[in-house]
C-alpha cells in the first residue's frame, strides 16, 4: 500500500496536456482542462531589454485560474473556485509543469506569485514548495505581504 506522501508525489508528478494560446514577448498563456473544467495559466513576463540594461534578472508573474466549467465561461471572481474543483493534484502539476516549460524558454531567474485571499497564498505556496523540491527554485522563497518572489534556478 502507497504511503500519502508517495501518493501526493505520484499525482504531483503527473501534468495533463496543456495547450498554449498566446505566446508574445510580453506573455505567454496556455489552457488545460480537468473534467468539466478548464483553467487558464497567464505568466506575464518583465521587459527582457529593460533587465539587461539595469543587470537584473527577467521576472514574471504567474497567475492561474478556473475559465470555464461545463463550457461555460467563468469570469475572474470565479478564480477561488480552483480550491473547490476536487482537482488540486491534477491543477498544481500541470501549472508546475507550463511554467517548468516557461523558465526553460524565456531563461527567466524570478517568478512573482501573488494572491490577496489567505487560500491563494497558501495554494501558491504549496507549488513554490513542490517547485523547490524539484529544484527549479533556488536561494529560497521572499514573501512580502501577499507576494512570493521564486528565485529560478536552470530547470532540466
Given at each position: 500500500m502507497k504511503s500519502f506522501n508517495q501518493y501526493i508525489t505520484e499525482i504531483l508528478d503527473k501534468p495533463l496536456k496543456w495547450r498554449?494560446?498566446?505566446k508574445t514577448d510580453n506573455e505567454r498563456k496556455a489552457?488545460?482542462?480537468v473534467g468539466d473544467y478548464s483553467y487558464v495559466i497567464w505568466i506575464r513576463l518583465g521587459n527582457k531589454r529593460q533587465a539587461e540594461l539595469l543587470g537584473e534578472p527577467r521576472k514574471a508573474h504567474l497567475e492561474f485560474?478556473?475559465?470555464?466549467?461545463?463550457?461555460v465561461a467563468k469570469g475572474n471572481d470565479d478564480k477561488h473556485l480552483v480550491l473547490n474543483t476536487g482537482n488540486a493534484g491534477a491543477v498544481f502539476a500541470?501549472?508546475?509543469?507550463?511554467?517548468?516549460?516557461v523558465i526553460k524558454q524565456e531563461k527567466l531567474k524570478e517568478i512573482l506569485f501573488s494572491g490577496k485571499e489567505?487560500?491563494?497564498?497558501?495554494l501558491y505556496w504549496a507549488i513554490l514548495k513542490r517547485m523547490s523540491?524539484?529544484?527549479?527554485?533556488?536561494?529560497?522563497?521572499?514573501?512580502?505581504g501577499p507576494n512570493f518572489?521564486?528565485?529560478?534556478?536552470k530547470v532540466k
Open positions: 498554449e494560446f498566446i489552457e488545460f482542462d485560474g478556473l475559465s470555464a466549467e461545463g463550457g500541470t501549472v508546475i509543469d507550463y511554467t517548468k516549460y489567505k487560500s491563494r497564498q497558501k523540491k524539484l529544484g527549479i527554485i533556488k536561494g529560497g522563497l521572499e514573501k512580502d518572489v521564486a528565485h529560478v534556478d
